[in-house]
């Protein structure tokens, strides 16, 4: 082996990798200094005489060779800010190369050479770096729907807490009026049938007055619930019973599917029993049009699996990943709900129905009871367009300490 | 003779209309008292068979005026009607009463019907 002259130590004590191909013998490899056999895994041995279809794959080597054309046709260097190569043992290697053409003057022949520095490491950095800015963006994005959230529970609060003040100022007096037309409907003059219809009006507009006062009550409640484990079939059967009136009436047909061995849930009887009978008499009254009305309650267990999908944070602090829940879909085909209902579904006094038809507080009322029992209530149209989807996710287990779901938007009602 | 209903409840329009009512539809005979203070001694003067109390008062309460009740013995064996707006009307509805020894509670505001059963129930034959 011949000595190494002191170009050649100098080259392969220099920490970026140098390598020369001759253009004029078919751009084979000429040198190869010690830090290019460190970045290529290749030993200069092997490198030396074979050109870059000889080392690397073809369409590298193709990529090579143009760029070298382009030096020696340009005649001057040409800057690479990145490149990539394959190697054997370090996988994807990223470069930054100048290529520069250089005449052999012994020889006469026209060189390519390269120099290289290794930037692997920079641009993996620059990925992450992306990568976490990409998470930041989400997760600011997150914080602002939630912030919405936040707003839109703060306002239904302020509501709730107003509504309740109303409420029970209100309801004293009402109560004065009925009990004066009470009064008044036991002695009626049997010749004059107005007056028992006027006192008939005066009774319905008390009660249906009392009634949304009892639902802002309701709505505002911060009664603790009295939960026990009940199978939610039973419910269902019972909730039936109390609205068989109505299904009769609507001739609505009505199909349960409910799992087999479906979880207990941890219910509030009476409260959850409210929530049912809202959700199946708005599908009642959504079908008023439709000839054939038919209600599905479907019911089934499942895992949470994909969370955050589509979800804000919210719903994300309601269940966690593997959560066996149990689903109640209440699907009607009815009219469905129109495109700028969607976002005030849940407001309170909002409401399609006829004045006196409806308090607009049922939905509001039931969104709440479902997310004091650490559930979820969406309502949604049918995919296939032809009705509504009212769909309840409630926990099976009770001592998950998610039962009491966003404290800070409910502390009222925990306190 | 008929029954005798001591209605003790702060608010006086109210009390007169229940008065009309119970006397009108129940055939009793109704004694007002509107200050609470002054409960025990209505009570005693006008001997009622039954009493209905208010909960929220000013002065005292009807909590307090049941314990001065109790511990008459000539009215501590008469029933008492609490009214209440404490209790949720959701926890009591369909009629539903709570009962506690001599004690009904029946939630405020009160229905008339409720009310006219209750008494009924808690009253010696008139």
């Given at each position: 082996m011949q000595k190494q002259s002191l170009v050649e130590s100098v080259l392969d004590n220099l920490p970026v990798a140098v390598f020369a191909k001759d253009a004029t013998d078919d751009f084979k490899f000429v040198l190869w200094n010690k830090k290019q056999e460190e970045i290529t895994s290749l030993r200069a041995v092997k490198a030396l005489g074979n050109d870059d279809y000889d080392l690397f794959s073809e369409e590298s080597a193709n990529y090579f060779r143009s760029v070298d054309k382009a030096v020696l046709k340009r005649g001057k260097l040409l800057k690479v800010p990145e490149e990539i190569i394959d190697t054997k043992h370090r996988g994807e290697v990223h470069l930054r190369t100048v290529k520069l053409p250089v005449k052999d003057e012994?020889?006469?022949?026209?060189?390519?050479?390269?120099?290289?520095?290794?930037?692997?490491?920079?641009?993996?950095?620059?990925?992450?770096?992306e990568h976490l800015n990409k998470n930041l963006v989400k997760t600011n994005k997150e914080l602002a729907d939630t912030q919405m959230q936040l707003i839109q529970a703060e306002k239904l609060e302020s509501i709730g807490r107003l509504a309740a003040g109303v409420a029970h100022e209100v309801k004293n007096p009402l109560?004065?009026?009925?009990?004066?037309?009470?009064?008044?409907?036991?002695?009626?003059?049997?010749?004059?049938?107005?007056?028992?219809?006027?006192?008939?009006q005066m009774r319905e507009?008390?009660?249906?007055?009392?009634?949304?006062?009892?639902?802002?009550?309701?709505?505002?409640?911060?009664?603790?619930?009295?939960?026990?484990?009940?199978?939610?079939?039973?419910?269902?059967?019972?909730?039936?019973?109390?609205?068989?009136?109505?299904?009769?009436?609507?001739?609505?047909?009505?199909?349960?599917?409910?799992?087999?061995?479906?979880?207990?849930?941890?219910l509030d009887m009476s409260?959850?029993?409210?929530?049912?009978?809202?959700?199946?008499?708005?599908?009642?009254?959504?079908?008023?049009?439709?000839?054939?009305?038919?209600?599905?309650?479907?019911?089934?267990?499942?895992?949470?699996?994909?969370?955050?999908?589509?979800?804000?944070?919210?719903?994300?602090?309601?269940?966690?990943?593997?959560?066996?829940?149990?689903?109640?879909?209440?699907?009607?085909?009815?009219s469905g709900i129109e495109k700028g209902d969607v976002s005030r579904l849940f407001d309170p006094f909002f409401t399609t129905?006829?004045?006196?038809?409806?308090?607009?507080?049922?939905?509001?009322?039931?969104?709440?009871?479902?997310?004091?029992?650490?559930?979820?209530?969406?309502?949604?149209?049918?995919?296939?367009?032809?009705?509504?989807?009212?769909?309840?996710?409630?926990?099976?287990?009770?001592?998950?300490?998610?039962?009491?779901?966003?404290?800070?938007?409910?502390?009222?009602?925990d306190t | 003779m008929a029954n005798k209903v001591l209605l003790v409840d702060d608010e006086a329009g109210f009390t007169q209309l229940l008065k009309m009512n119970l006397e009108k539809s129940g055939g009793y005979e109704v004694m007002i008292e509107n200050d609470s203070t002054q409960a025990l001694a209505t009570a005693l003067s006008f001997q009622p068979d039954a009493i209905v109390l208010d909960v929220v008062m000013p002065g005292m309460d009807g909590g307090?005026?049941?314990?001065?009740?109790?511990?008459?013995?000539?009215?501590?064996k008469v029933p008492v009607v609490m009214l209440?707006?404490?209790?949720?009307?959701?926890?009591?509805?369909?009629?539903?009463?709570?009962?506690?020894?001599?004690?009904t509670v029946l939630p405020k505001p009160?229905?008339?019907?409720?009310?006219?059963?209750?008494?009924?129930?808690v009253l010696p034959e008139g």
């Open positions: 012994k020889t006469g022949h026209d060189l390519v050479v390269g120099i290289s520095e290794d930037i692997t490491e920079q641009v993996q950095s620059l990925r992450q770096l109560a004065m009026i009925l009990l004066g037309v009470d009064y008044l409907s036991r002695g009626i003059d049997p010749d004059d049938g107005n007056v028992e219809t006027i006192l008939t507009a008390v009660e249906r007055a009392d009634r949304i006062v009892r639902g802002l009550v309701d709505f505002s409640s911060q009664r603790a619930l009295s939960r026990e484990p009940v199978k939610l079939d039973l419910v269902i059967e019972e909730v039936l019973l109390l609205v068989r009136h109505e299904l009769t009436r609507t001739t609505t047909n009505v199909v349960i599917d409910i799992e087999d061995n479906l979880p207990h849930v941890f409260k959850f029993e409210q929530v049912m009978i809202n959700l199946v008499i708005n599908a009642v009254h959504a079908m008023h049009d439709t000839p054939r009305g038919e209600l599905l309650i479907r019911g089934r267990s499942e895992r949470i699996k994909d969370v955050i999908k589509n979800q804000g944070a919210r719903k994300f602090e309601v269940f966690r990943e593997g959560d066996r829940v149990v689903i109640l879909d209440i699907i009607d085909n009815g129905k006829a004045t006196g038809h409806g308090t607009g507080l049922g939905l509001s009322v039931a969104k709440k009871i479902v997310a004091l029992h650490g559930g979820n209530l969406t309502l949604e149209n049918r995919e296939d367009g032809k009705g509504a989807r009212a769909r309840l996710i409630l926990p099976t287990e009770i001592d998950t300490g998610k039962v009491s779901l966003v404290p800070k938007l409910l502390k009222e009602i | 307090d005026v049941q314990a001065q009740l109790q511990q008459s013995p000539r009215l501590s209440t707006a404490l209790v949720d009307s959701a926890e009591l509805s369909e009629g539903a009463v709570a009962q506690a020894g001599t004690t009160v229905d008339l019907n409720l009310l006219l059963r209750v008494l009924e129930e």
